[in-house]
């Protein structure tokens, strides 16, 4: 039984908070000099908690059990977007703080331990989920001289910063048993349920759309309507077919978005000639998504053989679902049915390390609520409660699955 | 019988276009130094083809038939929009000095003349159909100080350029029988009908809208369809509603533009907070446009009643129609018939100083063709048998007007 120590837990989420204290939030991007105090903060921590801890290079903060060959892999990200929220991946990484030092403190060992980490860049300030791509030997250096920030700063630049640091950390697949991931929800779902625990299913897959449409530009006063070529309206056309069409052939649990929607010249009394949307759409699974993807080309294609306007769709994104292992979300459940909490399964919206440490070991997320479904804002939140509940449940779904690795 | 020189009417017309000659086309902006050099050799043209000719303070090029207590007044605008073509305004100032010098030229008069002037930016630069306006005393000293362009320069400034000319020339109901002006169509409708000769019915009223949707920006991965606030998808069902249902509410002759779009914050991944159109349509009849406007009102307010986003609609432009005088469309549409062409009646989906001059005496405008429709572009283009056409059929009229005023 590990037994998680509440007031800790929160205080040392609250001292990470300050490091980049921004009114309710925080605003500590990726390898700044906040986002590195922080982390040396966070090895700090993690030293007195009796792990082996560093920085490597990349700026991964690493805490290791000493005493034992395997471990399961417990954390998330402490690096922020610009005036994000002061959980976000925080939580995961001071659950995966808290968790391990209790562990660490009840002295037993069955030969598997827990290991803690913060990978570097999730929020993709350089390169998404740099950390932990580069734990998993899944990121290359020509990639990295080439990352920089949409303000045009180079990764390679603000790597200077950890330059004296030891080589990246890696995934070591005979040591490290499982990993797990707590973080917000950052979504509604949960709240609205009034569950305080989500098990995720799987992390979506994305496909992401650039759709333009080239029509011509013309007196919006002295053309007639049958002689336009207008770009705008043919996208609108398309929009309203996703929105018709979309939620009959997608899943339950199919999003969608049109982002952004440009048209040009931009004037009132000119017919577009232009017209651009960004459209993305995700799912968990594959099949799902080869659906959409079908519909929405046939769509293009038919949108152009129907009329003066040429419209055409190029792919910007591909990213493909990734599955959480059911064993793992099954201790989750379990754990929590022992504090008397209903679960909810819901796959994840966005992206997180799990979708990187996924394919490489056995790996499961859970969720708590976000107030609100708020996130990436410094409006994000979760009531205490939420949060001390969720780590005792996380903190017992880990003794579970060490108990199941240490029997095998 | 005014009995027009195609030749000289032709190159009048391209010693005009070489004051901005940019390429095929000319730009030549309101009361830019060019604009005011094309102004006074006009002026010169006129004394030449014996008027009392000059320039007034805001920018007006007026010629006076010196001979007459009575005139028929016939005009455009040489000032064109950035880039523009070199016709547009131009061809109608000078049809009005070739029919002006033609009928000088005949020496007969009947105590009905001809007046020609060319009105100061109408484009807009600085405030439209300043000119016309002016003459016909429509214009306060108040808007004048205030207008200035896109770019913030001031009216007031660019009028330092003609401060020392005499005060404006003006309307005089007991002298100006009647207004004609020609111009270039705009428009693609007389070259794909294969006509040369178009008598406008009347300029259409215009109605614009910024229509705004009010929303709340989520993760678009992670917020389920049915929990969004999503206020690009309340203006894309808006849209919807207007391609479906404007066709069968507005009349043949009604056009609309959507003509912007901005979805913010504008991000892939995010569902959008604020969306915003620019939206406008045109028609002869005020009746139509009142019940065009009706139903989009009524669609507005719905969109806010059945769903979370709230959608607001802002009247930015309220232009009315104004009729054109059937008894000049008739005088046009005779003389074409003598010549062998046939005329189409159309309405003007573009503004004109006749919009202004209309409000104030019985006045008409004929259309020749535009090639390919371009407009307010350096490819503009008329070809010169129908420029000299045109001038013929509209000298034919004006000695219809002429002999009709002078029986009165």
């Keep these: 039984m590990i037994e998680i120590d509440g007031a800790r837990l929160l205080n040392d989420l609250r001292t990470l908070a300050n490091f980049g204290k921004a009114g309710t939030g925080v605003d500590r991007i990726a390898l700044s000099p906040l986002d590195i105090e922080a982390r040396r903060w966070l090895v700090g921590r993690l030293a007195e908690a009796g792990l082996e801890a560093g920085l490597d290079r990349v700026g991964n903060a690493y805490g290791r059990d000493p005493t034992t060959s395997r471990a399961i892999l417990i954390g998330s990200h402490t690096d922020t977007v610009p005036m994000g929220g002061w959980l976000d991946g925080a939580l995961g990484v001071i659950y995966a703080l808290e968790i391990a030092r209790a562990f660490r403190a009840t002295g037993g060992s069955s030969g598997v331990g827990i290991d803690v980490i913060s990978f570097e860049d999730e929020e993709g300030t350089y390169l998404p989920c740099l950390g932990s791509r580069s734990f998993c030997n899944d990121v290359t250096d020509a990639e990295i001289s080439a990352a920089q920030s949409k303000t045009g700063d180079r990764l390679s630049e603000a790597l200077m910063r950890t330059k004296d640091e030891p080589a990246p950390f890696r995934l070591d697949p005979a040591r490290h048993v499982a990993y797990l991931e707590a973080h917000i929800e950052q979504g509604p779902r949960l709240e609205a349920a009034g569950r305080r625990i989500g098990i995720v299913t799987g992390l979506v897959g994305i496909r992401r759309f650039r759709i333009l449409a080239h029509g011509q530009a013309d007196h919006a006063g002295t053309t007639p309507m049958d002689m336009r070529k207008d770009a705008g309206a043919a996208l609108f056309r398309l929009a309203s077919r996703i929105a018709t069409t979309f939620p009959k052939i997608g899943s339950a649990e199919t999003v969608w978005n049109i982002g952004s929607m440009t048209l040009r010249p931009g004037a009132a009394n000119v017919v577009p000639s232009e017209a651009e949307m960004v459209f993305e759409f995700r799912d968990t699974q594959t099949a799902t998504l080869d659906v959409l993807e079908r519909h929405l080309l046939e769509w293009v294609a038919e949108s152009s ?16 679902p990734t599955a959480m292992t059911p064993a793992i979300g099954d201790a989750i459940a379990t754990a929590a049915a022992d504090y008397g909490e209903q679960t909810m399964s819901l796959p994840s919206g966005a992206g997180h390390d799990a979708m990187v440490l996924g394919r490489f070991i056995p790996s499961a997320m859970m969720f708590v609520p976000s107030i609100g479904g ?14 001390v509940a969720g780590c005792r449940v996380l903190a017992s779904a880990v003794g579970r699955v060490i108990a199941t690795a240490a029997a095998r």
């Design 374 to 387: 708020r996130s990436h804002d410094i409006t994000e939140n979760t009531s205490d409660a939420d949060i």
């Design 305 to 320: 053989n129907a009329g003066p306007v040429t419209v055409t769709a190029q792919a910007t994104t591909r990213i493909p």
